[in-house]
């Protein structure tokens, strides 16, 4: 039988030539992007996605503008038109590009541009407790948030109160909210600018944590993974506590007040609270309300809130106790100044994640408010937000 041998040589010069071949294999044999539709169609102020599921790097373009960088486009506009798109990727310093258009419908139909529903409405403990909303005997979770529903929701909303820091409401609008240049929603409340104040920017500010949530997912319902905080103008500032937390436990009712003078200090032993930096102390009840401060619909002998706690803005100005002022935040804030001030509008380009990295959302659907600081304000007792309905700056 005849013997085969190999050679060490032609061994390697084999091994060589099939390296070299399964070098040469081009980018284009991993690249299995099939490129943009000829057109797209969407509604107003409705999110068009459109995945590439490649990588690279990407640039996405209407005319010369730039709209996205990132591999799935989310488009949103609040005028119908048709928009040329282009996409550019770069894989490896070999640039692609495709050509689109995006056509913008006007809706079926009409959108409000006011709140549409109430998702969640869990209130702190506050003098206006169980009085705005009205709370009725027998009430539970369900019905306040019907109530809080019937406050909020459309053009002639009228106000509810959030109690002190923590107490929250969660809203939504039938339409997502869409993040353009500029601000792009306004949340009202009953905040004002007093004109013997020492600042022309103080007055009565209750500032209110703002968080906002996209509807990625579209359920219709905000998700717990999909809320971001509007960074205010305090939100990088020392002086305000990330993770903070507070409880509140459930009062005597039986117990009386302790009856006093016109700027009557509550019985200052009336509801406990104690937060996680090792702090406690009362929430008091004043000479103008006298029913409970704590949600009658709530059996829990206690109940918490965590968030983001700004520094306190109310201050004593007479130096008496007799006239208390609360101080507007620049921006980025509920109830934090009067109604027709420019700072009661909100930008979503403003929201951050957990990390305090800001975020690029098309929009948003849902935006939840929460009391943000825990103060008594002398007499006037806690510093508690009041929330008044809310609306989109970019539907006319």
């Given at each position: 039988m005849k013997r085969i041998t190999f050679n060490y040589f032609n061994i390697l010069l084999l091994s060589v030539l099939l390296i070299s071949v399964v070098s040469c294999k081009s980018d284009d044999d991993d690249f299995s992007f099939n490129g943009l539709d000829g057109s797209y169609s969407v509604d107003r102020f409705k999110v068009l996605s459109i995945p590439t599921n490649v990588s690279g790097n990407f640039t996405w373009s209407i005319n010369d503008s730039i709209i996205s960088q990132s591999s799935e486009l989310e488009f949103i506009s609040s005028k119908a038109n048709t928009y040329p798109l282009t996409l550019k990727i770069d894989v490896n310093g070999s640039v692609k590009t495709y050509n689109s258009k995006i056509v913008v419908n006007h809706e079926t139909?009409?959108?409000?541009?006011?709140?549409?529903?109430?998702f969640d409405f869990r209130p702190a403990v506050g003098q206006f407790m169980n009085e705005i909303p009205e709370y009725a005997p027998g009430n539970t979770a369900a019905d306040m948030i019907q109530r809080a529903r019937e406050s909020l929701v459309g053009g002639n909303s009228t106000m509810i109160s959030l109690g002190g820091y923590g107490g929250y409401v969660v809203?939504?609008?039938?339409?997502?909210?869409?993040?353009?240049?500029?601000?792009?929603?306004?949340?009202?409340?009953?905040?004002?600018?007093?004109?013997?104040?020492?600042?022309?920017?103080?007055?009565?500010?209750?500032?209110?944590?703002?968080?906002?949530?996209?509807?990625?997912?579209?359920n219709g319902k905000p998700d717990d993974n999909e809320w971001y905080e509007i960074?205010?103008?305090?939100?990088?500032?020392?002086?305000?506590?990330?993770?903070?937390?507070?409880?509140?436990f459930k009062p005597n009712e039986n117990k009386p007040p302790v009856p006093g003078s016109e700027f009557w200090q509550a019985d200052v032993e009336y509801i406990?609270?104690?937060?996680?930096?090792?702090?406690?102390?009362?929430?008091?009840?004043?000479?103008?309300?006298?029913?409970?401060?704590?949600?009658l619909w709530l059996s829990d002998s206690s109940y918490s809130f965590s968030g983001t706690k700004l520094q306190n803005n109310f201050y004593d100005q007479s130096g008496t106790g007799n006239y208390w002022v609360g101080k507007s935040y620049e921006y980025g804030y509920?109830?934090?100044?009067?109604?027709?001030?420019?700072a009661s509008n909100i930008d979503i380009s403003w929201a951050v994640d957990r990390n305090g990295n800001y975020v690029k959302l098309p929009g948003v659907d849902f935006v939840k408010v929460y009391t943000g600081t825990n103060q008594e304000a002398g007499w006037l007792g806690e510093v508690s937000t009041e929330v008044a309905g809310a609306y989109d700056l970019h539907l006319k």
């Open positions: 139909g009409t959108y409000s541009k006011y709140i549409s529903n109430v809203f939504g609008f039938d339409h997502t909210v869409p993040n353009m240049n500029g601000r792009d929603f306004k949340i009202l409340g009953n905040a004002f600018f007093a004109s013997d104040a020492n600042d022309s920017r103080s007055g009565s500010c209750e500032p209110g944590i703002i968080m906002v949530a996209y509807d990625r997912n579209k960074a205010g103008s305090e939100y990088f500032k020392n002086t305000t506590v990330k993770n903070f937390n507070i409880t509140y406990k609270w104690q937060d996680n930096l090792g702090n406690n102390g009362f929430k008091t009840r004043n000479a103008f309300h006298s029913q409970s401060y704590y949600p509920a109830d934090n100044a009067p109604n027709t001030d420019e």
